[in-house]
């Protein structure tokens, strides 16, 4: 496995991978449990990054209004 950290597209990617590799029939209960346990860390991971890219954006919003007022508004409307 690479040093470099996952990106969120990376987690993603394996997420699809995780789940698609889940829906076989022929899958064996430890690999099962083993590829859960590894789609549950990479979603935690995945939100943390998304929390994360949340924060900044309401930071650099509430830091740039348009008439020099703070500003926050929420992510999703």
Known sequence: MSDTPAT???DLTR???IVRRLEDDDLAL???LQLFE?????LKGAKTRLADAETR???VLKETGEDGALRLEP???
């Open 30 to 32: 430890e690999e099962a």
């Open 75 to 77: 992510l999703d409307g």
């Open 57 to 59: 954006v309401m930071q």
């Open 15 to 17: 997420l699809e991978e």
């Open 38 to 42: 590894e789609g549950v860390g990479r």
């Open 8 to 10: 969120l597209g990376d």
